[in-house]
């Protein structure tokens, strides 16, 4: 399949801190692909170095099949971007704004850019400084659309906006991703995320701990919650399938991948279990489970002296 | 038709879209030779990703519900109204299986989980 972004063996530092950790992934056309982790988790610092906007240190990148350190411009050109605090001139009108960035591309970007501010009820003769978060969002998104691109960049779109706001922006997403266009997003909103999402990358201190189809990811890992006969009694063994597992009194809670029907047979009747459950995790139980501590790093109770604290 | 979608209900988005698409078709809301929506259209209007709504369609497909009428979409076939009011019956009942093996599971003897069940029903009627 044709692959819209390529990052292989991108590591990137600001100063001593490790921001981009040899992540390598790839976006194939006509998905929507979400970048999921914390805050300074690497997110912001991967769409910048599709952008060419900075540079990583190592490992290679490409982004339509060009170089952003080398093509940066061109790249900037032909994909739609929409920041997480998108810049704008804010004494202009929001007509203005369309028509001066109509100037950098083909005929037709204003009539499309006008089209689609008044899809979105943004007064068009307002200036950008008189409008709300939410419709300042929309006209960054216009914006971004109105050249119809072939990939859309999207960093944080719907963080701070209203649910209405938020809907509109998904409804493009998706009508994007429907005409065979590519998107990419970096999200906190887990369960949008889950609905619009073809792949989902989980970066985790500039590490990637996982990339994948999401559908593939749901089927292959299971949510298993394990009730043992003595508190003391450790997790069974699961060679090492075992992602993220904790324990509260006599039950266990486990993230675990590639679960046999065997395997899962042989720990309901492991002699030390008295009841075991196994579902389809949600995204946000896969996203805990790699993101989350792991069981050695979490007191197997909670502490006195933190529950005192307030 | 109205369908609405809960990505944390445990069952995949394509497929709660397979099955509301049938029930939809089971009680007459989408008819025989009628239209269904578009794959853009419904993906739009779910907020879901177009790919999984083209899934679930040619699940429906594979399944005999809707068929592709050349330059126009998808219809629902002649006499899937009957086959998907079968087929609601056993899917109804394979989550209810599921959910009466909690039941049990969680301890609770047959009398309890009938009276459980009977309650429920009641409330639904009222």
Redesign the interface.
């Known amino acids: 399949m044709n692959q819209v972004i390529e990052f292989h063996d991108v590591c990137k530092r600001f100063g001593r801190q490790i921001v981009l950790d040899h992540v390598s992934f790839n976006v194939p056309a006509g998905?929507?692909f979400a970048l999921l982790g914390e805050n300074g988790a690497g997110k912001t610092t991967s769409i910048k170095s599709m952008l060419g906007l900075c540079t990583p240190e190592s490992g290679t990148i490409r982004v339509l099949g060009l170089d952003p350190h080398r093509d940066g411009t061109e790249i900037r050109h032909r994909v739609g971007f929409v920041p997480e605090q998108p810049q704008m001139y804010s004494w202009m009108k929001v007509e203005e704004i369309g028509w001066f960035a109509a100037g950098f591309y083909a005929e037709g970007f204003f009539d499309q850019f006008i089209r689609r501010v008044e899809a979105f009820h943004v007064p068009r003769g307002q200036k950008i400084e008189n409008l709300s978060k939410g419709m300042r969002s929309k006209v960054a998104l216009a914006l971004a659309l109105s050249h119809d691109p072939e990939l859309l960049i999207l960093d944080e779109p719907t963080s701070g906006l209203d649910p209405l706001v938020r809907?509109e922006f998904?409804?493009s997403m998706?009508?994007r991703?429907?005409?065979g266009k590519t998107v990419l997003l970096a999200s906190h909103q887990i369960?949008e995320v889950?609905?619009?999402?073809?792949y989902v990358a989980i970066l985790r201190e500039g590490k990637l701990a996982v990339v994948d189809r999401l559908?593939d990811l749901?089927e292959r890992l299971a949510q298993l919650l394990i009730t043992v006969r003595e508190s003391f009694v450790p997790l069974p063994d699961l060679n090492g399938q075992v992602i993220h597992s904790f324990r509260r009194g006599r039950q266990w809670q486990a993230l675990v991948a590639d679960l046999t029907p065997p395997q899962l047979e042989a720990l309901r009747t492991h002699e030390y279990v008295e009841?075991i459950e196994s579902?389809?995790p949600?995204?946000?139980e896969i996203f805990i489970g790699y993101l989350g501590p792991s069981a050695a790093a979490l007191p197997t109770e909670p502490h006195p002296s933190e529950e005192m604290q307030p | 038709m109205q369908l609405t979608?809960d990505?944390?209900n445990?069952l995949?988005?394509?497929d709660q879209i397979v099955r509301q698409v049938k029930y939809a078709v089971a009680a007459g809301v989408l008819r025989e030779g009628e239209l269904a929506p578009s794959?853009?259209e419904l993906?739009?209007r779910?907020?879901?990703?177009?790919?999984?709504v083209a899934r679930a369609y040619l699940q429906l497909q594979a399944d005999e519900v809707l068929e592709s009428i050349r330059g126009s979409g998808l219809i629902v076939r002649k006499a899937a109204p009957g086959r998907c009011r079968r087929e609601r019956a056993d899917l109804i009942q394979a989550r209810l299986r599921t959910v009466l093996q909690e039941a049990k599971?969680s301890g609770l003897g047959v009398d309890d989980i009938r009276t459980l069940v009977d309650r429920e029903l009641n409330r639904l009627e009222k």
């Open positions: 998905n929507v809907r998904l409804e998706v009508d991703a429907a005409t369960n889950e609905r619009v999402a073809d559908e749901k009841a579902r389809r949600s995204l946000e | 979608i990505p944390d445990g995949a988005i394509y794959v853009r993906a739009k779910l907020t879901v990703n177009p790919n999984t599971q």
